[in-house]
């Protein structure tokens, strides 16, 4: 396997690199060294209207990572591409279930490399789609934005969803982790993790503070909290 053991327990921290500088990204991979993941968002340019890494620049990534990839695949045909970054040593491999052919052959192909598989889904696409094959995946991603660029406003009317898929998730007794993504901040961090997420993607929240470090420490007692309390 690629990751390391034990894996990092909830609440998690995955700071986006999208919000960090291309040109010094490995200065601001360094600053994110207590963090629990690098989130790491490949776009293609037809899956969403952007275009971002490629393998090559994700494999360079992996070599000066602190800490372990958490890659998230918004690209058309990730039955043929998505186990390449899993190869490329990425500890979590993320695809849209909107993109691929065959979801579960997919995970089943990612976790025989190595690496966690996990399925994504946009705020359009409903939760009860992924019920009966929960325990296919170690990470579900709902999206709390429309994919595609980064800084945009969180979405409060995914939240039902999210709870859905953790009350699902509790039911079958499944220890999938649940991952959100898009608009997580100070303010909006407590609310998916009263929902149940477990797992949170932050860009500008983390790389936009002046101490990057105590953003990361801030937001994860702020899930902390929350969790408790629900």
Known sequence: MHLHNPLPRAPRINPSILAADFVNMQRDLAKIATADFAHVDVMDNHFVPNLTFGPQMVER???????????????????????????????????????????????RKLRAIGARAGVAIKPGTAGESLYDIIDEFDQILVMTVEPGFGGQGFMSETMPKLRGLAD????????????????ISDSTIEIA??????????????????DVEAAVMRLRDLARAASLES
């Open 61 to 107: 990534i992996q070599a000066t990572s602190p800490v372990p990839l958490d890659v998230h695949l918004m690209i058309t045909d990730p039955d043929r591409w998505a186990p390449g970054y899993a190869e490329l040593g990425a500890a979590s491999v993320t695809f849209h279930l909107e993109a691929a052919a065959d979801p579960v052959a997919l995970a």
């Open 168 to 183: 699902e998730a509790k039911r079958r007794g499944s220890d999938v982790w649940l991952q959100v993504d898009g608009g």
């Open 193 to 210: 993790a009263a929902a149940g997420a477990d797992t949170f993607v932050a860009g500008s929240a983390v790389y936009g503070a002046d």
